[in-house]
């Protein structure tokens, strides 16, 4: 599975950005689909993932602002994120666990939240 994210950027403080992951082939029988992030100096930390029955979980940090969806007609799995603070700074990468093949990586898409 190739993963293809896009949509970060430069954003203030208090704003909203959304992540697109496009996967080349279906999605619809992948296990789990997720953002994962790396902040400089950091390691690679969960951030939302979505099961094949759509069941969610979240990091605490951001729990209420960030909402995860996974569109299987577009074979992409999506990341709203609002109410975006400077300490959310990091590269996301999105993720596929796929069974039986195992776990693919996007190239990861850098978010800059700063004033």
């Known amino acids: 599975v190739q993963l293809q994210a896009s949509g970060g950027g430069l954003v203030q403080p208090g704003g909203s950005l959304r992540l697109s992951c496009a996967a080349s082939?279906?999605?619809?029988?992948?296990?789990?689909l997720g953002w994962y992030r790396q902040a400089p100096g950091k390691q690679r930390e969960l951030v939302a993932i979505i099961t094949s029955k759509y069941n969610t979980n979240y990091a605490d940090s951001v729990k209420g602002r960030f909402t995860i969806s996974r569109d299987n007609a577009k074979n992409s799995v999506n990341l709203q994120m609002n109410s975006l603070k400077p300490e959310d700074t990091a590269v996301y990468y999105c993720y596929a666990n796929k069974v039986p093949s195992g776990e693919y990586w996007g190239q990861g898409t850098l978010v800059t939240v700063s004033s």
């Open positions: 082939e279906s999605v619809a029988n992948i296990r789990i």
